[in-house]
């Protein structure tokens, strides 16, 4: 399978639009967006609907319908995307315009896919894509899931008790890990993926860990070995520490968060991943 990765468009249409010029030329298989897709602050003259259903869902209904290859699109949120938007992208899925996969499985091209949104708690105010991590432990400058905001009802006791080391355990059995893409948002623990600009900061005196990724991912992936992960959330790793791609034991990661403005294109095929491309393509 021919792979089209991206992550953190935070809403730029300019990216978005050549994103899609680059899906029309090259005709991947499969499109995977990792999460942070909306805008971060209010637009002009439009809504957050409006901007979802001209700058996302139209474009993709014009790739489906002028294109002779099925191309399909695996979409997760990520913790700047108001969750009080998820329906939207659900009803897409019902519709057979997307696959919004979060905390879901399923069946493609002889493999399995499945997305997870969820990240560690982040010093953000935003909660709705944010969960205790594998214990209710929270890194120094970090808040609390239980604080901060959200746009959507949850109950009190998923706040407080649920951990992404839960929902992976569950995650696990629904396919073999080996034969199976993970779509995370987050990036794991102590990889050359989730490296904060965070050298030498300080929170009362308490020193701040560089690395913000998730550590449940971390044994995830080593537990079960999956054939490939994808990740964003952190855009100035790449940049720190020169690497946007990881291979532990038998699985490869890549990221496509990026800190500057140009668009970022992972690219691979399933059967040569380690020949997967990481390009920056600018925009105008």
Not at 115 to 136: A, C, H
Request: hydrophobic content about 35%.
């Amino acid at each position: 399978m021919k792979g089209i990765f991206v992550s953190d468009i935070h809403g730029s249409i300019p990216r978005f639009q050549r994103l899609f010029q680059i899906i029309r030329k090259e005709t991947p298989d499969a499109v995977f967006l990792g999460g942070d897709l909306l805008p971060l602050h209010p637009m002009k003259h439009t809504t957050m609907e409006e901007f979802i259903q001209t700058t996302i869902f139209s474009e993709m209904k014009k790739i489906k319908r002028n294109g002779d290859k099925k191309i399909r699109f695996f979409v997760i949120m990520g913790n700047d995307d108001p969750r009080m938007y998820e329906h939207l992208f659900m009803k897409a899925d019902n519709a057979g315009l997307l696959d919004y996969i979060q905390q879901k499985t399923i069946s493609y091209k002889k493999m399995y896919i499945t997305g997870y949104s969820f990240v560690p708690p982040t010093p953000f105010q935003l909660k709705d894509w944010e969960r205790y991590d594998i214990s209710q432990y929270i890194d120094v400058g970090a808040i609390s899931p239980e604080q901060g905001r959200r746009t959507i009802d949850v109950p009190f006791d998923e706040i407080k008790y649920s951990t992404i080391a839960e929902d992976l355990e569950k995650l696990s059995k629904q396919s073999p890990a080996n034969n199976t893409i993970y779509l995370f948002h987050s990036p794991p623990y102590q990889s050359c993926l989730d490296r904060a600009d965070l050298h030498g900061k300080k929170v009362d005196h308490a020193p701040v860990d560089v690395h913000v990724g998730s550590i449940a991912i971390q044994r995830f992936i080593k537990a079960h070995q999956p054939l490939l992960t994808l990740h964003g959330h952190v855009h100035e790793s790449a940049h720190i520490t020169g690497c946007w791609k990881e291979k532990v034991d038998r699985t490869y990661s890549f990221t496509a968060a990026h800190y500057g403005p140009e668009l970022v294109v992972v690219r691979f095929d399933t059967n040569h991943l380690e020949n997967a491309t990481r390009e920056l393509i600018p925009v105008s």
